[in-house]
């Protein structure tokens, strides 16, 4: 059996939750006692996750260990499954905004060598108390740089990602950290009037879930880089995030709707609050 081509343990590691294995289960048991239930954009299973009965689930896959795979938000569904009151009783009163935040920081934190880039990339982007940092995160879809399903964004639409930077970073103490799944985006950014005070962490740009024809460095350092970007967001004085789960989670994380905007499905730019993300994208959540 071929192990990940990457390590997820390179990048983050277990926090207050131990999920790390010392072998996989498929070492273990062998490949024909466990499956994978593959749920990506899988719009049914999200619509009645409130009523699945995850028990039964498993059984009908008639295997001793599944593994399920999935990239929606569930967190709705979870918190009103009748099925796991008690064992879901902490998601009672909560948004999925929280949920998803309190979820991410029991299991996550950035491992040992990640979390000390960030520390000198803070110290490098944010050299006293009275620096800011002003981020934005563009995510165009299918462009020339990456593999995507649709166009989220067009690129004769950026002038109002560069009003919205330059209008937030008139002084030199205020950095600004711009990241997109297109390279051009990256390139045009730094011709503007803010581009002297942009600060960047490195790395390949790929989408994570469909680089199947890169290899396995490139995927990894795409991995990386994403993890860290997506990090270095949830720090952010400003963020204006855009339509993707990477700044969506930063916000959720970051836990303020001060300095938060909205980079719309219309094209424009609004402050917007956590809770009210899904709502305003039309996310599945």
């Known amino acids: ?20 294995l010392p072998v996989s289960f498929h070492e273990v048991v062998g490949k024909e006692n ?23 689930l498993m ?24 099925l796991y009151v008690r064992q879901l009783s902490w998601m009672a009163n909560l948004s999925n905004d929280m949920i998803l935040s309190t979820l991410y ?8 060598r990640l979390e000390q880039k960030m520390i000198n990339f803070m110290q490098q982007a944010l050299p006293t108390s009275s620096h800011r940092l002003i981020c ?3 995510r165009m879809g299918t462009n020339p740089d990456i593999r995507d399903t649709s166009v989220r964004f067009h690129e004769n639409n950026l002038s109002v990602v560069w009003k919205f930077l330059a209008t937030h970073s ?12 297109s390279e051009n985006v990256w390139r045009m950014g730094r011709s503007q009037t803010f581009g002297h005070r942009m600060v ?34 949830m720090q952010c004085d400003v963020l204006l995030m855009s339509f993707s789960g990477v700044s969506r989670m930063a ?23 956590p809770k009210n993300i899904p709502k305003l994208y039309r996310i599945m959540g």
């Open 1 to 20: 059996m071929l192990k990940p081509p990457c390590n997820i343990l390179d990048y983050v590691v277990p926090n207050l939750v131990n999920w790390s």
């Open 34 to 56: 466990s499956k994978v239930i593959n749920l990506v954009d899988n719009v049914h299973f999200w619509a009645t996750v409130k009523t699945t009965n995850f028990t039964q």
């Open 59 to 82: 059984e009908e896959k008639g295997s001793k260990y599944t593994y399920m795979k999935a990239n929606l938000d569930y967190s709705k569904g979870l918190r009103d499954n009748k």
């Open 105 to 112: 920081k029991r299991v996550f934190k950035l491992s040992e």
């Open 136 to 138: 934005a995160h563009v």
């Open 170 to 181: 008139k002084s030199d103490k205020d950095k600004v950290f711009l990241i997109s799944d």
């Open 200 to 233: 960047a962490s490195g790395g390949p740009v790929n989408h994570v879930d469909r680089s199947g024809s890169l290899g396995t460095e490139e995927r990894c350092a795409g991995l990386e880089k994403v993890i860290f970007d997506q990090h270095v967001l």
């Open 251 to 273: 916000a959720y994380i970051r836990g303020t709707h001060e300095g938060l905007y909205c980079l719309t499905r219309k094209e424009d730019i609004v402050p917007c609050e």
